[in-house]
């Protein structure tokens, strides 16, 4: 299971640090990804890092937002600088696996997720 946190009510230009918690002995064997819905869009994906630690973040948060993991304490994480009030949404974690060069999420639950507010 996957449980993220750390969502909340920012002001721009703030940070927010998201977390999400793995349970199960194969973490470190997985990409992960953080994905987001902001109201009436459909869920994109934000970041994804694989299991060496290669990441990729989307171009609309480049710059801005860092993914990270650490396989001993099973948490992969989501810093995310300089926020907009388009960033806001309900962001998810996920693995994620490859078809291809293309990141597809790796399985079908995602949880409740984490809500992102940005606005002053």
């Known amino acids: 299971q996957l449980q993220a946190s750390g969502g909340g009510l920012v002001q721009p230009g703030g940070s927010l640090r998201l977390s999400c918690a793995a349970s199960g002995s194969t973490f470190s064997s997985y990409a992960m990804g953080w994905y987001r819905q902001a109201p009436r869009k459909q869920r994109e994906l934000v970041a994804h890092i694989r299991s060496g630690g290669n990441s990729y973040t989307a171009a609309s948060v480049k710059g801005r937002f860092a993914i990270s993991r650490d396989n001993a304490k099973k948490t992969v994480y989501l810093q995310m600088n300089s926020l907009k009030p388009e960033d806001t949404g309900v962001y998810y974690c996920?693995?994620?696996?490859?078809?291809?060069?293309?990141?597809?999420?790796?399985?079908?639950?995602w949880g409740q997720g984490t809500l992102v507010t940005v606005s002053s």
């Open positions: 996920n693995t994620v696996r490859f078809i291809g060069s293309t990141a597809v999420p790796g399985t079908a639950f």
